[in-house]
């Protein structure tokens, strides 16, 4: 069974930084795209950034310049280097690939 399991979530100030990371597990085949989506309360889900096998990347226009995606192929996992978050980047992030989804972890930003 595929899993995927995020990890690096938490409290934060406007301003500072985390690193999310996401490890999939279950499956040897190497996922064409994986991306980061997050949901904030009474929103909707939305992408955040994603990356294909090749490293190709795409962002969201509210996170480009702040946000970086990076993966391990090899590992089918992916990381979202997050800097100067702002509260506005509040939400549960998910990992995906394919239809395969992560639990979401949580991410606040307070002052």
Do not use: H
């Amino acid at each position: 069974q595929v899993q995927l399991v995020e990890s690096g979530g938490g409290v934060v100030q406007p301003g500072d930084s985390l690193r999310l990371s996401c490890e999939s597990s279950g499956t040897i085949y190497r996922f064409f795209r994986m991306a980061w989506y997050r949901q904030a309360p009474g929103k909707q889900r939305e992408l955040v950034a994603s990356i294909s096998s090749g490293r190709d990347t795409t962002y969201a226009d509210s996170v480009k310049g702040r946000f970086t995606i990076s993966r391990d192929i090899r590992k089918n996992a992916i990381w979202l280097q997050m800097d100067s978050l702002i509260p506005e980047d509040t939400a549960v992030y998910y990992c995906q690939a394919q239809d395969y989804w992560g639990q979401g972890i949580q991410v606040t930003v307070s002052a």
